[in-house]
């Protein structure tokens, strides 16, 4: 388990390294992949699976979780969640909208990014905190962690505040210690009385992984 070590207990994770043999699809699922190129059709179907294997220890019976506005997982009424997955490894958290108000996960292979990537995602406010981390080892691909820590952050976001959130609008500071602030660039929604103009999570670099987690607990 990775994901795991970096959610607190109201939340429930499952991951995977790979694609495990006995992952299937339900029928409207199905519908929806049809057409897919196999890694696509992988990483769906391992996704909902650990997804709904995470949900039935919450208590919930398998349903289908179809993609709803910007590819978005559509949860069961009361349920909150994220779903991540790259070369090698998936992972699928939830947890009880009593409990938790969002959570957004992302998992990244621990290597640099593709030339130019690091150019379009980054601000200079975190362009100019990465020499800081570099310099603390080369253990983490610090660039690559950034962009899944700016993932989490747009996956928290999104089932919120129904809103885009690019790149460019929120900066996202890694802290050696695990741990990352966001602050959100632009003009901030309010959510159920509070404003979401942010967030704090954690990460970690294992198995030839970076992964990186937000949950915030329900008001």
């Known amino acids: 388990m990775i994901i795991g ?4 207990p109201p939340v429930v994770a499952v991951d995977f390294f790979g694609d495990p043999e006995d992952a299937v699809l339900l029928p409207e699922e199905e519908e929806h992949v049809a057409k897919a190129v196999d890694k696509r059709r992988r990483e769906f179907t391992t996704g909902r699976h650990l997804a709904r294997t995470a ?3 919450l208590g919930f019976g398998p349903v289908p979780l179809l993609p709803g506005e910007k590819r978005a997982p559509r949860w069961p009424e009361g349920v909150v969640g ?3 997955h ?3 490894y998936r992972a699928a958290a939830v947890g009880r909208t009593s409990q938790v108000w969002t959570i957004g996960i992302d998992a990244e292979p621990n290597e640099p990014t593709p030339d130019g990537v690091l150019g379009a995602i980054a601000v200079p406010g975190e362009l100019a905190h990465l020499p800081r981390l570099r310099a603390t080892g080369d253990h983490v691909a610090w660039d690559r962690l950034l962009f899944s820590a700016k993932e989490s952050v747009y996956k928290a976001w999104f089932p919120l505040t129904g809103l885009w959130l690019g790149f ?5 500071i890694v802290d050696p210690d695990g741990t990352f602030t966001a602050r959100v660039l632009i003009d901030a929604p309010v959510v159920d009385g509070v404003r979401v103009d942010g967030f704090t999570g954690r990460w970690l670099a294992r198995d030839g992984f970076v992964v990186s987690a937000i949950a915030v607990p329900a008001r």
């Open 5 to 8: 070590d970096l959610l607190p």
């Open 55 to 57: 949900l039935g220890r």
């Open 82 to 84: 994220s779903i991540t």
């Open 86 to 88: 790259c070369k090698g």
């Open 168 to 172: 460019e609008d929120a900066e996202v």
